[in-house]
């Protein structure tokens, strides 16, 4: 493939993979804890960090690294010993972050908001083999965390108090979720951009739970989404020269609309089949109070 003639192209489509993997293996436990909003929060932090990274002549990527690390370790903390809300934390994190980045990349040597761009919006032909190599480094942590801490994640987002109870520690893991989301947030900026990651952290998911409701299922179906929507983005922006992460988010909707389509006859077929299987004598009128029960139970009553 001719696209593949170009180194530039070639690290943009690596990273592009990563992105798809570690955007929703976060943003399950995200739409979980129904802080979905909170990649957009880190994403703006980060943007302090990258311009820091401008004045100080650091990389970008690992200043916004740890400044968005310490952003949403702060954000967690407000959450749970301030009287502060969690979306006047969020709020902070909106608007002190891009205050600050557009701030330091206009005081850096030489800096202008063009240079600020391409870490908001995404851009292929910036991504360099540092670039590369801690994108790398840093997606192999959040599969790591994602991956190997799947049970104690998904318990303490389903319900803290009882994952407390049962002896994990809650706020330690709370803590690794908002760290890895950090983490995640700067992985994918230089691809997706840092305004429009948190709808590669978080439509993949919906999207996935349109056709499961198993959390395996779901992480499955969600990174399988995160993936595709990632490299077709990437070719996309390639051969038709539009902006990568714009282009990206929006098959990420298109195909959670899709999904959502095929989800409601998928969902009526399985409801035949069910009723069917309730009454094979094909009276639906038999046994009218069990099968009551059966859909109370069904919604979760």
Do not use: K
């Not at 401008?54 to 968005?68: D, G, I, R």
């Not at 992985?187 to 993949?204: E, F, H, K, Q």
């Not at 006859?265 to 046994?287: F, I, K, V, Y």
């Amino acid at each position: 493939m001719e696209i593949l003639n170009y180194a530039f192209m070639q690290r943009a489509l690596l990273a592009a993979v990563l992105v798809g993997i570690t955007a929703p293996a976060v943003g399950i436990y995200l739409v979980q804890r129904r802080q979905a909003l909170m990649g957009d929060g880190i994403g703006h932090v980060a943007m302090t960090g990258v311009g820091l990274g401008f004045l100080l002549s650091w990389s970008p990527v690992w200043m916004a690294t740890l400044v968005s690390v310490l952003g949403a370790v702060l954000m967690e903390l407000i959450r749970w010993y301030g009287r502060t809300r969690g979306d006047i934390a969020l709020a902070m994190l909106f608007y002190g972050g891009m205050a600050g980045g557009v701030m330091f990349i206009n005081l850096a040597p030489g800096g202008s908001n063009a240079n600020l761009t391409s870490f908001l919006f995404g851009s292929l032909s910036t991504v360099s083999q540092s670039d590369v190599t801690a994108i790398c480094l840093l997606a192999a942590f959040v599969v790591l965390v994602t991956v190997g801490l799947r049970r104690q994640l998904f318990a303490v987002s389903q319900d803290e108090e009882f994952a407390r109870v049962t002896g994990l520690p809650v706020r330690l893991l709370n803590l690794l979720t908002a760290v890895t989301a950090a983490v995640t947030v700067t992985v994918a900026m230089r691809v997706v951009g840092l305004l429009l990651v948190s709808a590669l952290m978080v439509v993949p998911v919906a999207a996935a739970q349109q056709l499961s409701r198993s959390f395996a299922a779901t992480f499955a179906i969600a990174v399988a989404i995160g993936v595709s929507v990632s490299l077709g983005g990437t070719v996309t922006s390639y051969y038709q020269d539009v902006p990568p992460g714009a282009t990206i988010v929006l098959l990420t909707i298109g195909a959670f609309i899709a999904l959502t389509a095929l989800a409601a006859p998928l969902a009526r077929r399985r409801a035949r089949a069910a009723l069917a299987a309730a009454h094979p004598s094909g009276d639906p009128t038999e046994c009218a109070i069990p099968a009551t029960r059966r859909s109370g139970d069904e919604a979760g009553v």
